[in-house]
């Protein structure tokens, strides 16, 4: 009434912003790409930062792990098929002979693995700075973990959790050593929000009662949003050096699209 932009309208302009790839507040838009966003970076990163991705044996996750690499980051590379993390340990050396690049295995479906996963990592003493709780699966049908918990859910977020969980002490101490802010990004997604109050329950999705792809997919999004709000919470209390978020990437073809159209229409 009085000039006075409503937050709808608002967002609203963002999203229209964001489709026409027009830059934003931090100078970028949809059109910028990783390298883009990074070209100045290298000139003030220290050198040993240790970045752990899960998931970048393709799509973001690879491309992510490339160019962390060739800004002088060591990337290790959690991944559930070794084969795969080979060849894009070798394809990011093509590109970046000096580049540090370590190969571990985990299935994050599997708490078991996890926990195995976070014991070979500690046991290299490596710093950690930036965890990407990057991995993600969808499943048009109903599937169960080796824990007999609902695929999805026990993929996208309880495996992420129990990551999470246990390399922290390693992230606050790596921090409070170099003294470099650390990071936690879970790469969530804007489909979180087709997930309607009434039918957000935790025994429901480790069960997979009145199962739905598109569902279970967007209330495991959800969960990993809840996560980063609740170890905000938490890592603030403490006065911890390292910091948490939620991202949304931006709808791309990544294998899950490509494999799942439906995921998206509905």
Known sequence: MFGIKS??????????RYLAGIAGPSGFGSNSTAE???QHCSLFIPSNLTALITGATSGIGA???????????????????????MKVKEKIQEESPYAEVILLEIDLSSLASVQRFCSEFLALELPLN???????????????????????FATNYLGHFLLTKMLLEKMIDTANKIGIQGRIINISSVIHSW??????????MLTGKNY?????????????ILHVKEMARQLKARNARVTINAVH??????????????????
């Open 36 to 38: 883009q966003v990074t």
């Open 7 to 16: 937050k709808r309208e608002s967002s609203m302009k963002e999203t229209i």
């Open 212 to 224: 739905n792809g598109t569902r279970a997919y967007a209330q495991s999004k959800l969960a990993m």
């Open 63 to 85: 491309e992510t792990a490339r160019v962390l690499a060739k800004r002088g980051v060591r990337v290790v590379v959690g991944a559930r098929d070794m084969k795969k993390a």
């Open 195 to 204: 997930v309607k109050r009434s039918c957000f329950c935790f025994k429901d």
């Open 249 to 266: 990437p931006g709808i791309v073809k990544t294998g899950i699209i490509r494999a799942h159209k439906g995921l998206i229409t509905g």
């Open 130 to 152: 930036i965890l990407i709780n990057n991995a993600g699966v969808y499943s048009h049908n109903l599937e169960f973990s080796e824990e007999k918990i609902e695929l999805t």
